[in-house]
């Protein structure tokens, strides 16, 4: 291995080993605010207890940061650590729109020290909007091309599987509308649940097709989208439910925090190629690019 390769992965490991510790102090914060509001008996309506601001401000911009610091790592994706020029470039517009889609997301239009950009409601919608964009890259990016996912049907026993998974994909989905049906905007809720689940179906594909991605890769594809998919669901439903059920929603609330921050380290890692990051020759581990 070459300096510079060594240089790569450690800074590579320091940055997740951040991401972590950070994702981890306000996943703490969050949740602890939460059990502490529960106990005063504020779930759901006003009480005579206040969390302190400047923890609910810190919380905030740890998230914001942890969105940033993953974009980062996707730019650390230079040519000799890459998969190709192309799959980088996708990956860094999806990491753009996340980053606009949390920042409208986690601020709500507001600043920290009051400064408001658009009002509350307009920066939810654009925050979904954003998501919106960066789900329809997700799948662009993990499709290939049309040409290419065509090809891959084609091969045998590929074709089953990838509808079988467009079926899988579909049933959470289903669900989760049935169950939540009086709740739901759904001229919002619908479209946005579509293509969150073609997204999801699109990155657990790359698993069968198998040559469009390496193993490793593959893995953290389908691993940050199920992530992803899960913490988009749970965020919609606890926006959903707030009013008619607010202790579940509360609850429900929490999964984002324990699963968005996975979704987007997987989603960034999953940009390299893990043979030049390693500093191994392609014969050295066949699983890291089989």
Do not use: Y
């Given at each position: 291995m070459t300096v510079i390769e060594n240089k790569a992965r450690t800074r590579v490991v320091g940055l997740v080993a951040l991401l972590m510790y950070l994702a981890g102090l306000f996943t703490m914060q969050d949740f602890a605010e939460f059990r502490v509001l529960f106990h005063e008996g504020c779930v759901g309506q006003t009480c005579g207890f206040t969390w302190p601001a400047g923890?609910?401000?810190?919380?905030?911009?740890?998230?914001?940061?942890?969105?940033?610091?993953c974009g980062v790592l996707?730019?650390?994706?230079?040519?000799?650590?890459?998969?190709d020029q192309k799959d980088r470039t996708r990956l860094l517009i999806a990491f753009a729109f996340a980053a606009l889609g949390d920042f409208f997301l986690i601020f709500g239009g507001?600043?920290?020290?009051?400064?408001?950009?658009?009002?509350?409601?307009?920066?939810?919608?654009?925050?979904v909007a954003a998501f919106l964009v960066c789900h329809g890259v997700l799948i662009w990016r993990h499709l290939v091309s049309f040409a290419d996912f065509r090809s891959d049907l084609q091969r045998p026993g590929v074709?089953?599987?990838?509808?079988?998974?467009?079926?899988a994909s579909f049933v959470p989905t289903i669900a989760a509308v049935v169950l939540t049906w009086p709740y739901l905007k759904p001229a919002m809720d619908l479209p946005y649940m579509l293509i969150l689940t073609l997204s999801l179906w699109m990155a657990l594909t790359v698993i069968p097709r198998k040559d469009d991605f390496p193993r490793v890769n593959r893995a953290l594809i389908a691993g940050g989208l199920g992530f992803f998919y899960?913490?988009?669901?749970?965020?919609g439903l606890g926006v959903r439910l707030q009013d008619?059920?607010?202790?579940?929603?509360?609850?429900?609330?929490?999964?984002?925090?324990?699963s968005y921050s996975w979704a987007l380290i997987a989603l960034a890692l999953s940009g390299y190629n893990w043979l030049a990051l390693m500093g191994r020759e392609e014969d050295d581990n066949p699983a890291l690019s089989a």
């Open positions: 923890l609910s401000t810190l919380s905030t911009v740890l998230r914001m940061a942890r969105t940033l610091l996707v730019l650390w994706i230079r040519p000799d650590l890459w998969l507001t600043l920290p020290g009051g400064i408001e950009i658009v009002p509350p409601g307009q920066a939810f919608m654009m925050g074709a089953p599987k990838v509808w079988g998974l467009l079926a899960l913490c988009d669901v749970c965020l008619a059920m607010p202790l579940a929603s509360e609850w429900i609330g929490q999964v984002p925090n324990l």
